[in-house]
């Protein structure tokens, strides 16, 4: 037994979300792949072990990824009760929104997302070569191309 080298990276809370091709719902995985819940599809989907560094995505294999701010419900509502705890509003409330702000920036994790399929992956160390999003890179998936002169200033 070796508990260190064993299959125990798996419950790191990593997951990728995705939306099945077939009947485009949110699918969610934290391991191995299986057939869309909802349809059945065939997905070969998995989400790879917690310490993996995302290079390409986990659900169509799209190089261009951009990361933010993990901003879930469940975040949002403990950050408020937080905040309405430890931060005196009624004396000085615009210090309290920038501790706050503070506080979101620190404890609110990152999720890397694709470009292409918008394919969101939780739980992953950051990788310093993926970017913050980016409208420019976000339009050219859409509309394939981007507008003139948008170039400039970006490369
Ligand atoms: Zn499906
Ligand atoms: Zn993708």
Redesign the pocket.
């Known amino acids: 037994m070796n508990p260190v080298l064993g299959p125990g990276s798996e419950d790191r809370g990593q997951s990728v979300n995705?939306l099945c091709p077939a009947c485009e719902r949110r699918l969610s995985r934290d391991g191995a792949a299986h057939p869309c819940e909802h349809c059945g599809a065939d997905s070969s989907v998995a989400a790879p072990p917690s310490d993996t560094l995302i290079t390409?995505?986990?659900?169509?294999?799209?190089e261009q990824?951009y990361f933010q701010k993990d901003f879930n419900r469940a975040t949002g509502i403990a950050l408020v009760v937080a905040g309405a705890v430890f931060v005196p509003w009624t004396i000085w409330p615009l210090v309290g929104i920038t501790v706050l702000d503070y506080v979101i920036w620190r404890v609110v994790k990152n999720v890397i997302v694709?470009?292409?399929?918008?394919?969101v992956h939780r739980g992953y160390p950051e990788n310093p070569a993926i970017k913050p999003f980016d409208l420019v890179i976000h339009d050219r998936h859409v509309y394939g191309e981007a507008p003139p002169g948008a170039e400039e200033g970006h490369r």
């Open positions: 995705f390409r995505c986990a659900a169509c294999g799209h990824l694709c470009y292409e399929c918008q394919a």
